[in-house]
């Protein structure tokens, strides 16, 4: 089987008496990623069709940090980052 990209474990959060089950993602080391966890990602990403928005900010984050120390690998999904050039000066 093949190892995931991000390890996963369940946790349950009662919400106003409501059991809830969360998802929690550890981070990856992004020097292990590979270009077909990249497409994955991206895939998921560019369907938006997360079952809630902490998850999609998850994958989100994780491409970003994929963009920051491995770029060769997201440049074809920057359109996923919508990253923009700041000027704080």
Same mark, same amino acid.
């Given at each position: &089987?093949?190892?995931?990209?991000?390890?996963?474990?369940?946790?349950?959060?009662?919400?106003?008496?409501? &059991?809830?089950?969360?998802?929690?993602?550890?981070?990856?080391?992004?020097?292990?990623?590979?270009?077909?966890?990249?497409?994955?990602?991206?895939?998921?990403?560019?369907?938006?069709?997360?079952?809630?928005?902490?998850?999609?900010?998850?994958?989100?984050?994780?491409?970003?940090?994929?963009?920051?120390?491995?770029?060769? &690998?997201?440049?074809?999904?920057?359109?996923?980052?919508?990253?923009?050039?700041?000027?704080?000066?």
């Amino acid at each position: &089987m093949r190892d995931r990209l991000f390890d996963v474990t369940d946790a349950e959060l009662t919400a106003g008496g409501a &059991m809830t089950t969360l998802q929690h993602f550890s981070t990856p080391d992004v020097s292990k990623v590979t270009e077909e966890d990249v497409a994955e990602l991206a895939v998921r990403l560019d369907k938006d069709d997360y079952a809630d928005p902490f998850a999609g900010l998850n994958d989100w984050h994780l491409l970003r940090a994929i963009a920051f120390h491995r770029p060769e &690998m997201v440049e074809p999904y920057l359109y996923l980052l919508d990253l923009e050039a700041y000027d704080e000066s």
